[in-house]
Every structure is written in C-alpha cells, then in structure tokens.
C-alpha cells in the first residue's frame, strides 16, 4: 500500500488553476505538518507549500506567494494544493509529504512520507 497518492496533476495553459491532493494512509496526520515540494526537469527539488498539524499557520516558497493555498483536511486525511494563475516555470513533479513533527520545515530530512509525485505542465 503506496502510503501517500497524489493527484490532480496535468496540463494547463498559463494562467489557469489546478487543485492537487494527496491521500495519506501512511499514518493519521493530524500530529504532523504537510508539505508540497516540487522538482522542475534538471532541478533540485524544492519547497513549495507547508501547513501545521492543526492548518493554524501556512507557510510558502516566494516564488508561489500568493498564487497558491495550501490546507489539510486531517478527518479525510488528505492534503490540499489549490494553484492559480499558473506560469510555465510552474512547471514540475510536485510531491506530497508528510512531517516527523508538527512544524513546517522548509527542507527535506524534516519529512519521512513522500508520495510518488504528480506532473504538473503549464504551457505558455
């Protein structure tokens, strides 16, 4: 059983939305913050979104600042990334995972669960 799955990845023209999710069956989240990182082709990979145990704070790369919104839904177990006006550097496997605390990290040893990622494709 594959602990976290993504979904909602695709193709999108610049300026469109897309809402991805991610179902945790890895552990209940409700003790651990969750995360979105993404891996652009030939890039390292990178954070994106992060939101605590309880959704009472949010934190986000500058490069989506404002453009994206993260939030959790701890009885369904499952992660939200609602992305608006895409551009095409948005461009990337985004990644779902899960904290080994309740805080948000910005970097990767902070987090245990990763799911399989999801492409995500803006044109221009």
């Known amino acids: 059983q594959v602990p976290l799955v993504e979904s909602g990845g695709g193709l999108v023209q610049a300026g469109g939305s897309l809402r991805l999710s991610c179902v945790v069956s890895?552990?209940?989240?409700?003790?651990?913050?969750l995360a979105w990182f993404r891996q652009a082709p030939g890039k390292e990979r990178e954070f994106v979104a992060g939101?605590?145990?309880?959704?009472?704070?949010?934190h986000y790369a500058d490069s989506v600042q404002d453009r994206f919104g993260i939030s959790r839904d701890n009885a369904q177990e499952t992660v939200y990334l609602q992305m608006n006006s895409l551009k095409p550097e948005d461009t990337a496997v985004y990644y779902c995972a899960v904290a080994v605390s309740t805080w948000i990290s910005l970097t990767e040893p902070a987090y245990d669960l990763w799911g399989q990622g999801t492409q995500v494709t803006v044109s221009s």
């Open positions: 890895g552990r209940p989240i409700i003790r651990y913050a």
């Open positions: 939101i605590t145990w309880n959704g009472g704070s949010t």
